[in-house]
């Protein structure tokens, strides 16, 4: 088990995936990439061995139970588009069990804290999430996202695609929020 952790909030950590988690990781395709599937384990070994599936404008990251150690989803971030000068976040928590526990909101805002802090040249981060999705839109504005409009007919799967609220925090969020909790904003 990995102990390269690099966020830990009260109840998970996130770190960088091992290659003992892709049995687990292949089970979900878009869990470290929302581009492209990902179901087979050794294709993701080949991906990790290339990048350690982390570089300047993409990567995935495991969310890992404190008291178990027990990865219970992953997050991922990448290149919005090249025009926006900032990353979209995706997150999914693997068992219905670990739902509702804030595993979510915990893991989303370590990571884009950590986003912040490490890549300043990204100014904005952003979440799309399909309208219908009332707990992942919640943990957005949680984690300080603001609601920036729909996306008609953009969501996920087969058929006529979902529409999705846009979620975007900024850098000058990160920075006035960081101030404010150090008592100089």
């Given at each position: 088990?990995?102990?390269?952790?690099?966020?830990?909030?009260?109840?998970?950590?996130?770190?960088?995936?091992?290659?003992?988690?892709?049995?687990?990781?292949?089970?979900?395709?878009?869990?470290?990439?929302?581009?492209?599937?990902?179901?087979?384990?050794?294709?993701?070994?080949?991906?990790?061995?290339e990048s350690r599936m982390w570089l300047e404008?993409?990567?995935?990251?495991?969310?890992?139970?404190?008291?178990?150690?027990?990865?219970?989803?992953?997050?991922?971030?990448?290149?919005?588009?090249?025009?926006?000068?900032?990353?979209?976040?995706?997150?999914?928590?693997?068992?219905?069990?670990?739902?509702?526990?804030?595993?979510?909101?915990?893991?989303?805002?370590?990571?884009?804290?950590?986003?912040?802090?490490?890549?300043?040249?990204?100014?904005?981060?952003?979440?799309?999430?399909?309208?219908?999705?009332?707990?992942?839109?919640?943990?957005?504005?949680?984690?300080?996202?603001?609601?920036?409009?729909?996306?008609?007919?953009?969501?996920?799967g087969d058929g006529d695609p979902a529409d999705?609220?846009?979620?975007?925090?900024?850098?000058?969020?990160?920075?006035?929020?960081?101030?404010?909790?150090?008592?100089?904003?």
């Amino acid at each position: 088990m990995s102990t390269n952790i690099l966020a830990t909030g009260s109840s998970i950590s996130i770190r960088k995936l091992d290659l003992s988690d892709f049995d687990a990781v292949s089970q979900f395709e878009y869990s470290v990439s929302i581009t492209e599937p990902h179901s087979d384990p050794a294709r993701l070994a080949h991906i990790h061995k290339e990048s350690r599936m982390w570089l300047e404008a993409s990567g995935a990251v495991a969310i890992v139970e404190n008291s178990t150690q027990r990865m219970v989803g992953t997050l991922q971030f990448y290149r919005s588009a090249p025009c926006i000068h900032g990353l979209e976040i995706g997150y999914v928590l693997h068992g219905q069990d670990d739902r509702g526990k804030g595993y979510a909101t915990q893991a989303l805002r370590l990571l884009s804290d950590l986003l912040f802090s490490t890549k300043p040249s990204f100014f904005r981060q952003q979440l799309i999430i399909e309208v219908w999705n009332t707990a992942s839109w919640k943990v957005a504005e949680k984690c300080g996202f603001l609601r920036e409009g729909i996306l008609r007919s953009c969501g996920f799967g087969d058929g006529d695609p979902a529409d999705c609220f846009v979620y975007s925090r900024t850098l000058k969020d990160y920075v006035q929020e960081m101030a404010s909790a150090n008592g100089s904003g």
